[in-house]
């Protein structure tokens, strides 16, 4: 390797692969990457220093809405086809045992776990990668069939912590130590200590406790005793009838909610939905800043599309008395309302 192919950095290549990704443009974003490679870049790196970074800018530009829905849904395609091509430029041969990697029951976001299994593959494991919305039973017949020296578990969105924490049970219940790793356990992995798994802040910490047996196996036990209370259960079996109720109050409160088109009613019922999920994952791990760290999300979201102020607030006020009789979910919801932006309380 020459002194100029060690001095090539990937970040170097950040801003043109953006625009690639920007452009749509496939085969340009495949150019860059191996050119990077052909330069003397590590394949890790490439996947950790230009392509994770630019996909979190791609949701970013989502969020913001400066990108639709279809720009992002292009340019993850794109990101998805640059690390398949990363990999079969690298075409690692394996020296350890199997890792699967998969993602949470209905969680839809592939890509970072992806990373997370080419990098495992980079260091020597044999992978299996399943992809997105893995059932809890298909995995543990997969893993009962397989002789797997550890699952890695990937969660983006913390609504669905009561069901990683089941797939997270099941697992261990075949005797394979699991780690965990995405937003959906919180910046710090404060909710992963919570359920009592292995987290790994990115793909290298995962690497690392994956050939630690002893760390990715000794951690603390769940720490899930106030469920003893069932406001979480109460909460789930009134999901339909909070959404429902919800959506009526609006329609009585906001005369020009009852001429919402198809499109922003499904929005609005999914946004409600999305409170109730978030309310009852808050309640379930018995943290509130799960649910006002959501809320605020919601608020800077809601407003980049221009829907007015006290959309969220009001939903908010109305689960409050709803739920009035549940003391967990009552002071949640208050918290929630408290972090709301002036302008939406």
């Known amino acids: 390797m020459t002194a100029a192919m060690t001095a090539v950095d990937p970040t170097d290549a950040y801003v043109g692969y953006l625009d690639c990704l920007a452009d749509a443009d496939e085969y340009a974003a495949i150019d860059v990457a191996i050119g990077l490679l052909d330069a003397g870049v590590p394949a890790e790196r490439v996947l950790l220093d230009l392509v994770a970074p630019a996909q979190a800018e791609v949701g970013e530009r989502w969020a913001r809405n400066e990108w639709s829905v279809a720009q992002e849904h292009a340019a993850t395609h794109i990101s998805e086809q640059v690390v398949a091509a990363v990999a079969a430029h690298a075409n690692p041969r394996p020296t350890g045992g199997r890792v699967v990697v998969a993602c949470m029951d209905g969680e839809w976001h592939a890509l970072p776990p992806r990373l997370v299994a080419e990098v495992l593959r980079l260091r020597g494991w044999q992978v299996t990668f399943l992809g997105a919305s893995v059932p809890a039973a298909h995995l543990v017949s997969y893993l009962h069939r397989y002789d797997a020296h550890a699952v890695a578990l990937a969660c983006a969105l913390p609504m669905r ?11 261990r219940r075949s005797d394979v130590p699991v780690v965990v790793g995405g937003r959906g356990f919180g910046a710090d992995g404060r909710w992963a200590r919570r359920l009592g798994v292995a987290w790994a802040p990115n793909a290298p910490a995962a690497a690392e406790l994956i050939a630690d047996e002893r760390a990715l196996r000794g951690v603390p036990p769940a720490r ?5 209370d069932d406001e979480y259960a109460s909460l789930v079996r009134r999901r339909g009838e909070l959404i429902d109720s919800a959506l009526a109050d609006l329609r009585d409160r906001v005369p020009a909610a009852r001429a919402y088109s198809p499109t922003q009613l499904d929005a609005t019922v999914s946004d409600l939905g999305h409170i109730v999920d978030f309310l009852a994952a808050a309640v379930y791990v018995d943290d509130p800043s799960l649910f006002t760290e959501f809320v605020e999300w919601l608020s800077e979201i809601l407003l980049s599309r221009g829907v007015p102020a006290g959309a969220v607030a009001r939903p908010l006020d109305h689960f409050g008395v709803a739920l009035r009789d549940f003391p967990r979910a009552g002071r949640v919801l208050a918290l929630g309302r408290a972090a709301l932006p002036a302008a939406d309380r």
């Open 161 to 171: 912590l009561p069901h990683a924490h089941r797939m997270i049970e099941a697992c």
């Open 224 to 228: 899930l005793t106030h469920l003893a």
